[in-house]
């Protein structure tokens, strides 16, 4: 769509753990233009190590939003912003990175995350980049007396574009208490002061608004966790309602009117207040067709006619099963060690089985995710899908099937853009809170139901998928070379 002139639109900016998307969403909730740029991760899987460079999303977001601001037919009233995490960007006093960011899935400060849980009572994702600061503290010293400020990766943008640091928190997020991180080893000075996601924490500074192409002085919103901002672009508001973010890693997450604790899941106030969120996210179950695509295939078939072939392939893929732990596993495993399998195999089958073994393994870990919540009394009336496996109407109706949840389809598959806007339009008081711009710019565009005759089929599918890790994780483990 293109809008008209003069139309009011807020730029949405999601800085994802693969690539950073920008979008132009109207306050009404249509999407005017949408642009997008990758950047590389440096792992070593030997040390657990898992960075980015900071001034690479810099460069990514600069080239994306000069392209849009380009060619939009709309007046930008505001920014909002998400991304990945929990992810820690250090940065001096001008904002430049001291050292790589450490991202999410790096695994060098397990013990720092056991530490301050026990110290501050916080898990999880209340904990954001503590872990990762602590480690930076201990082993990197000189990096930590050059660093002015520990951020989030949406606090980096916001302070790139305001000059402004602040530590953006959901109303009731708990905020750790000064004295235990003193008294843990991180200098609490290094961490900014808390602002209110949601609400404007600075203006778009002459720099950055040259850098950008945009007008100098527009309002920038601050932000929230990439899954959050998920919640809010799917149209979220109500406990039951539950999302399937998509993304690199995959997870799952359900609204509930009560704090729950789950092993293996994320149980933390949700970012609309009176509920609470609990999920869990995995490694890569939304890498695992690239990886196949591209590592074994050569790049040599696109993805969408993979997923025809999977479309024609009977469900349950005669008999094959995948394991896509291929960067090991979070929710609900928690074992770095694990990796994938396909499991089944014979010489009947062809790509279009082990394509459609890597689909259903997607719905079947969030099964397993899912499994244990409802278990503690959460409920599901609908699971809303996004991103770009929610393109495929085969993979949402897989979904479905799996998991016995009817699954809602959003009108704009990028919810994380949406959500981030939405911030931005509540933020100018466009509208009175987060929960009614929610209403007012999002919608369901379809709704698929489970296929009852699928039900035992992928029962019996689902209680191979569970017994298979811990069959084969000591073997796996002995194969493990130093």
Known sequence: MTGTAGEAAVLGIDLGTTEVKAGLVTLDGRLLGLARAGYRTDTDPASGRAEQDPEAWWGAVTTIVRKLAADARAEIVAIGLDGHGPTLVAVDEAGRPTRPAIIWSDGRAAAEQAELAEATGLQGWALAGLPAALWVERNEPAVAAATRWFL???????????????????????YPSTDILAAAGIDPRRLPPPVVAGQVVGELTDVAGEQLGLRPGTPVVAGVVDAWASYHGAGMTAARDALDPGGAGG????????????????????????????????????RAIDWFRGAILGDAIPTAALLEEAATTPPGAAGVLFLPYLAGERSP????????AFVGLSLAHGRGHLVRAIVEASALAIRHVAEPILAAGARVSD????????????????KADVTGFPVEIPAILETAVVGAAILGASGIGAYADVRAAIQGMTSVARRLEPRPELRDLYDAAYEAYTRLHPAIAPIVRGLARP
Do not use: H, K
């Not at 495993?333 to 994938?340: E, F, I, N, Y």
């Not at 809303?384 to 109407?393: D, H, I, K, N, W």
């Open 152 to 174: 989030a990766t949406w606090e980096f943008l916001a302070f790139r574009l305001t000059g402004v640091a602040g530590a953006s928190l959901v109303p009731g997020q708990p």
């Open 333 to 340: 495993l928690w074992d770095p060690t694990a990796r994938g």
């Open 251 to 286: 997870g799952f997450g359900v609204y509930w009117d009560r704090p729950l604790v789950v092993p293996g899941s994320f149980s933390t106030i949700a970012p609309l207040p009176g509920l609470y969120s609990v999920g869990g996210a995995m490694a890569a179950t939304g």
């Open 383 to 398: 699971m809303r899908v996004c991103g770009g496996p929610a393109r495929s109407e085969m993979w949402n109706q897989v």
